[in-house]
């Protein structure tokens, strides 16, 4: 079966960061799309940052422009999402979700809607909360 776990997530305090950690299971993440969403109850999902397999990361959301990162690592079959100088505001359940590119050996960010809409694989998210 095809899983993508997040984990990293925790209670930090504003200013603060974490790194969350994206993992594929059952299938390799090296020429998928993968991006990083987040959700609050009630309001609608917000894309943050997206990878291909080839090209820099890109950004889906003006909201977190210079404070997040977001990366990869094939050999751990993982992909990482980078948060530094956190605010209240980013408290959410932060989501990786993943689509085979168009092509077997590539795969990139032109048709990742910051909505997620289209994204074929999602984990279940792990839950930040910035506190003080």
């Known amino acids: 079966q095809l899983q993508l776990v997040e984990s990293g997530g925790g209670l930090v305090q504003p200013g603060g960061s974490l790194r969350l950690s994206c993992v594929g299971s059952g299938f390799a993440l090296d020429y998928y799309t993968v991006a990083w969403f987040r959700q609050v109850p009630g309001k609608e999902r917000e894309g943050l940052l997206c990878i291909g397999s080839h090209g820099s990361g890109e950004e889906l959301a003006g909201s977190v422009k210079g404070r997040f990162t977001i990366s990869r690592d094939n050999a751990k079959n993982s992909i990482y999402l980078q948060m530094d100088n956190l605010k209240p505001e980013d408290t959410a359940t932060y989501i990786c979700?993943?689509?085979?590119?168009?092509?077997?050996?590539?795969?990139?960010?032109?048709?990742?809607?910051?909505?997620?809409?289209?994204?074929?694989?999602w984990g279940k998210g792990t839950l930040v909360t910035v506190s003080s």
């Open positions: 979700a993943a689509s085979p590119g168009l092509f077997s050996d590539y795969a990139d960010c032109s048709r990742t809607k910051a909505s997620g809409e289209g994204m074929e694989l």
